[in-house]
């Protein structure tokens, strides 16, 4: 097997291959397996700010008799929830070797300080954060947007000193700036991208229904271009592609095109834990062939900065490709 070692959010990885925040994630015998199976990295399943405030709104309602216990109530749901995941973290960190990164799902800026203290504590090697606004508000502005972005960051910077990784939605009016100025912030670590919840409509029922929550090998795509456009702009970031990864052949584009590390979720829901073992090797017999000893020798080698015409990654090469049918 080749060196296939990578860092990623200033942690020496393995592998670039990484257990993507999920449900496999909340459980340590999955835990367990995915480093058996040469898994770099896993990032636990996220820690959602909705989940805990439907909770403590849940416990308050059945406290309905007795107001003056209220803010007690909710307090103790909201701790309970967090010394659940804090549980997860420190039975995770003691079972395995490779990093465990927590994670964290807000919509606001308002609970996450002391929580992030805490799961610092619990002995987490970093936190990527899942941040969900509500991007469809129609009295708010692209920049208001952002800045709440902003708010929820410089809240969790302040709160612990764990290295963060932000994992991005892809509907940034513009994308490398939006980077840039957390970057300006202070972070280096991004996962591009998350993929969001996207319903559709039942035309025989008349209804709305769950889209597939399950990626294709198709999927890569908008990753691709966005990576090899942000890592050729901005050298020194490290950037895990989330989405569509489902074998070698989408993992190396995603490295060719600049990535750190890989995270895997779909393919593993779809195949089992084992696609950790079956990808390394066969990224391993792909640097092989090409005379690679380890990874940092091809990563990037067609970002955005490093082909020869880099308009392949915009959006006038569509135009092009698309008058060209008849
Ligand atoms: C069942 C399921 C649960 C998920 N739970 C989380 C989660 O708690 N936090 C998170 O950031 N992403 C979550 N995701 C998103 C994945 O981490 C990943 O970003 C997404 O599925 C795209 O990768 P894929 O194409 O390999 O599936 C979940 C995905 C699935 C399918």
Redesign the pocket.
Known sequence: MKNLKTNYMGLELKSPLIL????LSKKTNNIITAEENGAGAI?L??L?EEQINYMSEAALFNSIDYPEAADYIKNYSRHNSLNEYLDLIKTSVKAVKIPVIA?I?CISDTEWEGFAAEIEKAGAHGL?L?MNVFHYDYELSSAQIEQKYFDIIEKVQASTKLPIAI?MGKTFTNLPNFIKQIKFRGIKNF?L???FYEPIINIDKMEMTNSS???YEI?IKQSLRSIAIVKGMMPDLEIAA?????NADGAIQLLLAGATGL???????KKGLKEFKTINEDISKWMEKNDYTSIDEFRAKLSYANIKDPSIYERFQFIKQVTAIE
């Open positions: 993507s925040s999920s449900g990032v399943k996220s959602f994670s799902n990527e899942n994992k996962v991208f998350n993929r929550a399950l990626s999927d989330s989405t569509g990864i489902h995270q895997l979720c779909s393919v593993l829901y």
